[in-house]
């Protein structure tokens, strides 16, 4: 009777163990510097590039206009693990940098970056690296699905850093 008890208990604090662990569902973030600090971000959802520029006077985040069909499931992804790598780099905190960044980069159908352009400066050069190295180090995003249609798709993403 107290072997079943004792199993139980080890289970238990198993488990509590396992689920209290941060997990890294969507890709592995070990690509980030462990010696660069990292300051946090949030995810802004907005519609189009135009809106989330009329609305960044106070937010900071991510926001993509996507020119084709993609499914929902495939953008919050792509957008989580693009947020997952993206960073703040301390020197430009440092020194004070913060701006609007926006890139337009184009996937093929298996989710590979095939082209990357820097199409809006912040107006410093760490910023936007930060931004491209985001998406360059997410990438691939994964094979579309069939309901996405097939081909080339242009995805232009704004990122905004603030300072508080």
Do not use: C
């Not at 080890?10 to 660069?36: A, F, Q």
């Not at 802004?44 to 609305?55: C, Q, S």
């Not at 590979?112 to 931004?131: C, F, I, P, Q, Y």
């Not at 491209?132 to 993403?157: C, V, W, Y």
């Amino acid at each position: 009777m107290l072997r079943p008890i004792i199993f139980l208990g080890i289970s238990v604090l198993l488990h509590v163990i396992v689920l209290s662990m941060p997990w890294n569902v969507l890709g592995e973030s070990s690509r980030i510097k462990l010696d660069e600090q990292l300051v946090p971000v949030r995810l802004v959802e907005r519609p189009t590039v135009k809106r989330m520029a009329r609305a960044m006077k106070t937010q900071e985040g991510i926001s993509f206009d996507v020119k084709g069909r993609l499914s929902a499931d495939y953008i919050d992804q792509m957008k989580a693990r693009i947020f997952n790598a993206w960073v703040y780099p301390r020197k430009a905190i440092d020194m004070g940098y913060y701006g609007v960044v926006l890139i337009s980069f184009s996937l093929d159908d298996m989710g590979n970056v095939v082209s990357l352009r820097l199409e809006s400066t912040s107006g410093h050069d760490l910023l936007d690296k930060a931004a491209m190295d985001a998406i360059k180090n997410a990438a691939p995003f994964g094979p579309r699905t069939e309901d996405t249609g097939h081909g080339q798709l242009s995805i232009t993403a704004s990122f905004r850093y603030v300072l508080e």
